[in-house]
């Protein structure tokens, strides 16, 4: 329960200030492309902290990264009190970015050992997603949501320092090593794909919402509809076929975009926001189930999957930012589209040359093919 805890508030605490920080970015003075760049740079800080932690959790304890990523993440969050303009901003974003991007390859694979649901450790997540937005939506006050995040990350350090030390294989792994890449690059790239979509929607979202109608108020209660319903779905999905959540969390995440390119109002998003939370609960639980299991390096695996994730959002922000400032919300809106049904034709035609090539003899010793 105590890890399912930090889950929650660490979760809570990145949330409640990241909804209004493109708003805060254009109050700054930032353009939009600038906005894109700052979710870029904060993307590109937890794609290097999630690719080097995630192996250092393969290869050394988990308590230990556990505990200085929430630290160092509980101070790096106070310092975007600071922020002035729009460098300083990504400044302090791209600090955000790899401090907390230190510890989640080491939480999941810390609740693999112990024996936990992943898909209900991960439902905490998105329970602590819904909280967030609803404090931004009542305190909108970002720099004291600045503030308010920091102290639940020492909250949830103290917490982690009742964590117990579990035993775990050690493995030597390189840090350059492609064959963890290549084993599960399936998994990878339709998430890639469809998550550079999604984050070009996400950059611009705030911003559409207001364009619609939406006050600072009600685009916080919006935005807690998706990890509210992220909550009961992730809950209930131990046991289902990994393969088909990847693909259908592809296709729900298309419909979810579908339904913000046809919103006359605000409150017309509402739809898209259920679906794109079942879309991202089938994507990141069975990209996760599917990636300890296929895996003998789980903490490798699932870092690397975080740094696709973050990795996808520096290409998406960019492609948002460009996209807003030369053609407009629909146009991104339906880039999202196109990449969600891209990531699904991917993992579809790689899982089918997989079954494809199993189903041909094999020749040669087994002991080394």
């Known amino acids: 329960m105590r890890i399912n805890t930090i889950q929650l508030l660490t979760n809570t605490s990145h949330t409640m200030s990241n909804v209004f920080v493109p708003i805060f970015a254009a109050s700054l003075g930032a353009s939009f492309f600038e906005i894109g760049l700052i979710s870029a740079l904060f993307g590109l800080a937890s794609f290097v902290s999630s690719f080097i932690f995630g192996k250092a959790a393969d290869i050394n304890r988990l308590r230990p990264i556990v505990l200085i990523g929430l630290v ?20 302090s974003r791209a600090l955000v970015g790899f401090c907390m991007s230190i510890y989640p390859a080491a939480l999941t ?10 898909g209900k450790f991960t439902s905490f997540g998105s329970l602590g997603w819904m909280i967030g937005y609803l404090l931004a939506a009542v305190i909108e006050d970002v720099h004291f949501l600045f503030i308010l995040s ?49 984050v070009a929607v996400w950059t611009m979202l705030p911003l559409y919402l207001l364009h619609l109608g939406a006050t600072n108020f009600s685009i916080g209660v919006i935005y807690a509809i ?30 979810a975009f579908t339904c913000y390119l046809l919103a006359p109002s605000f409150i017309y998003v509402i739809p898209g926001m259920v ?41 998406g922000s960019i492609a948002g930012g460009v996209m807003l400032q030369q053609f407009g919300y629909k146009e991104t809106l339906i880039f999202a ?16 040359s997989s079954l494809a090539a199993s189903d041909k003899p094999q020749v040669g010793n087994s002991l080394t093919d």
Request: glycine share 6%; aromatic share 16%.
């Open 150 to 198: 920091s102290v639940f990350y020492f909250v949830a350090f103290l917490n982690a320092l009742k964590l117990k030390d579990i035993e775990k294989p050690s493995m030597n792994i390189s840090y350059f090593s492609v064959d963890t890449f290549s084993r599960n690059i399936d998994v990878y790239l339709s998430i890639f794909v469809r998550h550079v979509g999604a």
């Open 72 to 91: 160092v993440s509980g101070v790096a969050f106070f310092l975007q009190v600071f922020a002035y303009d729009a460098l300083s901003l990504a400044l």
């Open 275 to 315: 679906c794109v939370a079942f879309g991202w609960s089938f994507l990141y639980v069975g990209g996760n189930q599917l990636l300890v299991s296929r895996n003998a390096e789980k903490a490798t695996a699932t870092g690397i999957l975080n740094s696709v994730i973050a990795a996808a959002s520096i290409v």
């Open 337 to 352: 589209i196109v990449c969600s049904l891209l990531g699904m034709a991917f993992f579809k035609i790689r899982v089918s």
């Open 109 to 118: 694979v810390y609740i693999y050992y112990q024996k936990g649901s992943i």
């Open 226 to 255: 998706n990890p509210l319903v992220q909550f009961i779905v992730m809950r209930r999905m131990d046991g289902l076929d990994n393969e088909w959540l990847i693909k259908w969390g592809c296709i729900t995440s298309g419909l």
